[in-house]
Structure formats: C-alpha cells, structure tokens
C-alpha cells in the first residue's frame, strides 16, 4: 500500500528564516499531494495542495513543489512568525486513501 | 468552524468496552474519511465511504467498524477496547466529482472526538 515519509520529524527555525519539509511516497499513481497544518489542540487544516500535473505552486509565503520521477514532494515557508509554529503534515492520495506523513513539528523563536 | 460536527468530544471508558463515535459531514459533502490520531502520532488513515459505500480501508482492526447511512452522517464503532485504543478519532468530508470516482479533494475536519480507555 501507499506510505509517505516524511522529514524531519521536528525542525526549528529562528524568525524571518525560511524552512523546508520533505516527504516522500511509495505509490506512483498517486496523483495529489496536499498538506496540512495542526495547531496544538486544534483540528488539521488545508494550507496549500498540488496535483501531480503540476510542478510547483505558491501561495503568499508558502510554496509547494513536486518531483514525480523520484517521488517527492516538499513545503517551502518562507519568512517565517511565530504563528508557523504547528504540525505539519504532508499527504498523498490514491484510489480513495489519503495517507498521511508522520508530521513535522515546527518550531519558530523570535 | 469547518462544519463537520463530530460527538461525543470527549469519552472515557473502560477496556472491553464499546462506544459509537458519530460524524456529521459538511452539507453537500458525499465522502467521509475517520482517521486516529494516538499521542505523538501522525493521522492513521482508518476507512473511507462515498454517498453509504465503503470507498477505501486503511489499517483499521477488527474491532473496528463504520458506516455511512443514507442522510450521510456516519459512525464508527469500536469494540473490545484496549488501552492502546486511547486516541483523538477525527471525522473528515470532503466534496466529491461525480464525473471522478476517486478524486481527493481538501479533506474538512471535525474537532475530533478524544477517547480514553481506563
């Protein structure tokens, strides 16, 4: 079945840094690779998502980019506050599953 | 508030227990997803159901069980607790493209129901 590996699995970054997460996945039909971002105590929310018709896409201070060929995928922030500072998960789709990395806790100090 | 309304939001019990954990989609939403979430853990993918069909199962055990009734609100059982059961259960929906029988779209979250098993 589909896994995604994600890292690292803690990153921390002084403010106004920028900050990079990879994961990696298994299944190459997979076809969407979205992320997610988790407040402490909070339910996962949808920061930026790509398709794997695309190579990269950009969002303010956030961009996405995508390597079908060696199956990997990363988040880039740039810029970084302290309201970064989260859990973020990367995911990647097939046949119906979304299947989540182990998530990356990032610390941003100001 | 992403509109997926999950119950109970906190539940305690004992091992061997059982407890229903409820989910209410986003209107319009026709898929649902339920993941576990342990202590330090990422998101266990656990099952998927499309409009009352079971699209998709992840690692979900034995002891486990759902289902999507025909007003799309869906439940997961689950049996025999153990101690390890002890998680946060999110409930996810998402909207669907008839015209796409497996494509993923963003996933809305629910608050999660915490579950505690003595």
């Known amino acids: 079945g589909e896994n995604v590996e994600q890292h690292p699995s803690t990153l921390s970054v002084q403010e106004g840094d920028s900050a990079v997460i990879k994961c990696t996945y298994s299944d190459s ?34 961009a996405v980019t995508l390597n079908k060929t060696a199956k990997h995928f990363s988040l880039h922030i740039t ?9 973020y998960f990367c995911a990647a789709s097939w046949a119906g599953k979304l299947i989540f990395g182990q998530g990356t806790t990032l610390q941003v100090k100001p | 508030d992403s509109g997926v309304t999950q119950t109970p939001k906190h539940l305690i019990t004992a091992t061997g227990q059982r407890v229903t954990l409820r989910c209410s989609p986003r209107s319009g939403d026709l898929s649902v997803y339920w993941y576990q979430q342990s202590l330090d853990q990422g998101l266990q993918f656990l099952i998927q159901y ?4 079971e699209r998709a199962k992840g690692n979900i055990l034995e002891r486990f069980s759902a289902q999507q009734f025909p007003d799309l609100h869906s439940e997961l059982n689950l049996s025999s607790l153990e101690l390890g059961d002890s998680a946060l259960y999110f409930c996810a929906s998402s909207p669907s493209r008839r015209d796409r029988v497996f494509w993923t779209g963003e996933l809305f979250f629910g608050e999660g129901s915490r579950l505690t098993v003595l």
């Open chain 1, 29 to 62: 039909a997979s076809n969407y690779f979205p992320w997610y971002k988790q407040e402490l105590g909070k339910r996962p929310q949808l920061i930026i998502d790509i398709r794997s018709n695309v190579g990269e896409k950009k969002d303010q201070r956030i």
């Open chain 1, 79 to 87: 810029e970084t506050q302290p309201e970064d500072s989260a859990v």
């Open chain 2, 50 to 53: 499309y409009n009352g069909e």
